[in-house]
């Protein structure tokens, strides 16, 4: 297992269209976060899971964003209808949950651009 | 709800200096750790440092330390011998089990030859 894995690595759409990313988390990872994040900015939390629970998804998603994590593996993100502002790299990191010390490991994002 | 301040936008450095990055948190659980992650310019987010709550002992990972101050929920990165490589963006972090991982805003760290 060499960490965190997500495809693809670059995006390009036009806006209106639909995207889906995949998140592979490390394989003994029970917890799975993803985030947005902007130029210059901090990531944005957007929704985590713990196994295939969705326990938390941030107020500020609309929609058109939905996530899923299936059997509790890999996970997947959708956003429909593409706005330009959806624009950012977004990053999944995981973790194991019921170790509070335990680091999140984060992969290497996936840049969407809608244009 | 967790918060985490990071009031210094960007900093610099001489090579080989002392830098202190600075970071207050807020939150309501009494079980929590402290990170600092760094981010390298187009690069993945690693872990630099981490801190349990509950110890009172600052930790310390080669070059970098933490001055942890929990009742003032502060929590500052001291890098020690600054280094080209040390260039990018520090975030800092609160997580606990009950709750998400939520990061700072960041202070992108610039290193003077």
């Known amino acids: 297992d060499t960490g965190v894995s997500q495809n693809p690595r670059h995006k390009i759409t036009k806006r209106g269209q639909n995207v889906t990313f995949r998140c592979d988390p490390i394989s003994e990872h029970n917890r799975l976060y993803w985030y947005r994040q902007t130029l210059g900015q901090g990531p944005e939390f957007l929704t985590y899971?713990?196994?295939?629970?969705?326990?938390?998804k941030s107020r500020l998603l609309s929609d058109r964003f939905s996530a899923e994590r299936p059997k509790g593996s890999f996970s997947t993100l959708e956003i429909q209808r593409t706005e330009q502002g959806d624009s950012a790299m977004y990053l999944c990191?995981?973790?194991?949950?019921?170790?509070?010390?335990?680091?999140?490991?984060f992969g290497q994002g996936t840049r969407l651009t809608v244009v | 709800a967790q918060t985490v301040t990071q009031s210094q936008p960007e900093m610099s450095v001489q090579e080989a200096e002392t830098v202190t990055l600075s970071c207050t948190y807020d939150t309501s659980e009494s079980d929590y750790y402290l990170f600092w992650y760094k981010q390298p310019p187009s690069r993945q987010m690693i872990l630099v440092i981490r801190q349990e709550a509950y110890k009172q002992q600052n930790a310390t990972e080669n070059r970098f330390s933490v001055n942890f101050q929990k009742a003032a929920k502060s929590f500052s990165l001291k890098i020690s011998d600054s280094q080209l490589g040390d260039a990018a963006m520090y975030f800092c972090?609160?997580?606990?089990?009950?709750?998400?991982?939520?990061f700072g805003s960041g202070t992108r760290l610039s290193i003077r030859p």
């Open positions: 990191a995981s973790s194991l949950a019921g170790w509070v010390g335990a680091e999140a490991f």
């Open positions: 899971f713990q196994n295939e629970a969705q326990l938390e």
């Open positions: 972090v609160v997580y606990s089990s009950a709750s998400k991982i939520i």
